[in-house]
């Protein structure tokens, strides 16, 4: 039975998901050199693109149609039987099309979150054939696990309320292999690379904070208590997160930054996904400065140490956040906040963290090998890597003959 | 005295100033600068519409030294800068007739150092 007020909140939220997608352009755009600002728009507005196409001709199908317990079937491809009316097993309150077009929007915004581990340095044709085949072989099917009808994970009773596993640690997973396989930008050890624009940065992490509240209260899927919840708990963990790096800031670099507030509070909103709807408000809040602390940690730590050129961190914020977060869910959730969820380690079921944690272990397993399969195949193919003179030049000149932005007029 | 006017890669900066450290020139002026050479630029497009001779971001270095420190400047900058593609830039050694050191008043070869 549809329900008015419940398919007005997916909509809505769908539309915040979407906004996810542009704001994240910025946050990554503004901490790219300004010869390549266009390079990162361009690469997230055509995951908008590419993404939304492939989702309704099979991604959706592959992801949630009733299949294996690996890979959902080819029944719904081209929208084939997604109609208007509620499929139940995912909401039964809303239209069918609702739920895969709220679902569609993190189809889009996971490949997207990758972005940063190459940027500046990668082709876009490349780009777009690498994401189009990750999404295909990784997004599908690891969505399918764990958020599918018949899901090996998700039967296994994982819990991950909207994307610990399928969108971050997925994504930032991907991130730090295709760094590791493209290599470091040119001049990164001994040249510093500052962000060009943080106002941009910081107006774009704006935007992903708005927007998660439809990312995690909309994974409800309904406009009930649950997606109030998850709301509450989702600004608690961006709030004691974006306090705490600039705290652990002025302890260890003297200074709090802006920068530090920003990516902080993006760390507590990726960490806190998994669980947002399973716990309440003041577990979000440890969850938030576990999540500054595991991130800042290994972003201005171990990064510097080993040297991989993870440009923009997504592996140091949203893989790191990602699997935190997941194992986290496993200790904080509370059947008593959400009755469809479980119990975690605190609340009596040390079970529920073991699952947590092979379903963090088979989506790293996985996610590494076929992305790293991906890359070597688009690589022989037609290249990842632009040249070093394409590279020097800019991506936006290079890849696009545009410029960013003008100086004289 | 002269005034030693450098136009380099934008990626080049810190190299050169390291050269400059090692040669113990430790006065510098940088500026972002826009320019081309002989291949004239590049050509942008928007909605299909081509722009060509669009100006390069250079950077240029500005650097006033005296009559002993011309050649290890120059060499400094070279050392640096150069990597043997097009684009390396230019080096232009202007006269400097005067120097003051705003703070003291001091003026000519002492002023510089």
């Known amino acids: 039975m549809i329900n008015a007020g419940d398919t007005a909140f997916v909509l809505i939220s769908t539309g915040l998901v979407m906004l996810m997608t542009p704001g994240l352009a910025f ?68 239209p069918h099309q609702a739920f895969m077009i709220f679902q569609m929007m993190f189809a889009v915004i996971t490949p997207a979150l990758i972005i940063g581990a190459f940027a500046e340095r990668m082709k876009f044709s490349a780009f777009l054939l690498f994401s189009l085949l990750w999404a295909t072989f990784v997004y599908n099917p690891i969505c399918h696990w764990v958020w599918g009808q018949g899901g090996w994970l998700k039967e296994m009773g994982i819990l991950d309320f909207a994307g610990g596993i399928v969108v971050h640690t997925t994504a930032g997973i991907a991130a730090i292999v295709t760094a590791l396989l493209i290599g470091n930008r040119k001049g990164y050890a001994n040249q510093p690379i500052p962000p060009h624009n943080l106002p941009f940065t910081v107006l774009g992490g704006a935007l992903l904070w708005f927007g998660w509240f439809g990312f995690n209260a909309g994974s409800a899927l309904a406009a009930n208590g649950n997606a109030v919840s998850a709301f509450v708990a989702t600004n608690a963990a961006a709030a004691a997160a974006g306090l705490m790096w600039p705290l652990l800031e002025w302890w260890h670099n003297g200074k ?63 893989g790191i956040g990602g699997i935190l977060g997941t194992l986290l ?24 963290l073991l699952i947590q944690l092979i379903g963090v272990a088979a989506a790293v ?11 070597k195949v688009v690589d022989m193919a037609i290249g990842m890597r632009v040249s070093e003179k394409e590279e020097v030049m800019g991506i936006d000149l290079t890849q696009h003959r545009e410029a960013g932005y003008t100086v004289l007029e | 005295m002269k005034l030693i006017t450098a136009i380099i890669q934008p990626y080049k900066l810190e190299d050169v100033k390291a050269e400059l450290y090692k040669a113990e020139v430790n006065l510098i002026t940088v500026s972002e600068v826009l320019g081309h050479g ?39 900058i070279i050392k640096g800068a150069r990597t043997g593609d097009v684009g390396d830039g230019k080096i232009f050694v202007t006269d400097l007739h005067e120097c003051i050191r705003i703070r003291t008043g001091e003026t000519g070869s002492i002023a510089i150092g």
């Open chain 1, 329 to 352: 869910a496993g200790v904080f959730a509370s059947s008593a906040v959400n009755a469809a969820g479980a119990n975690g380690l605190l609340h009596g079921n040390p079970k529920q």
């Open chain 2, 38 to 76: 002989r291949q004239m630029g590049v050509t942008e497009v928007y909605r299909g519409v081509k722009e060509s001779g669009n100006l390069l971001r250079k950077v240029q270095i500005d650097i006033a030294v005296n009559e002993n420190f011309v050649k290890p400047t120059i060499d400094a």
């Open chain 1, 27 to 94: 946050f990554y755009g503004g901490m790219v050199r300004r010869k390549n600002i266009l390079g990162i728009l361009m690469q997230c507005f055509a995951m908008l693109c590419v993404l939304s196409l492939q989702w309704m001709l099979f991604g959706y199908s592959l992801s949630f149609a009733p299949g294996s317990g690996f890979i959902g079937g080819l029944q719904w491809a081209g929208l084939f039987g997604v109609g208007l009316a509620p499929y139940a097993a995912y909401a039964p309150t809303i």
């Open chain 1, 365 to 375: 397993a996985y996610t590494v090998a076929v992305t790293f399969v991906i890359y």
């Open chain 1, 256 to 318: 709090p930054t802006t920068f530090g507030i920003i990516t902080g509070s993006v760390a507590g909103l990726a960490t806190v996904t998994p669980a947002s709807g399973f716990i309440t408000p003041f577990a979000a809040v440890i969850i938030g400065a576990a999540a500054s602390a595991a991130c800042f940690f290994t972003v201005g730590i171990i990064k510097p140490k080993f040297g991989y050129d993870d440009s923009l961190d997504a592996f140091g914020v949203h």
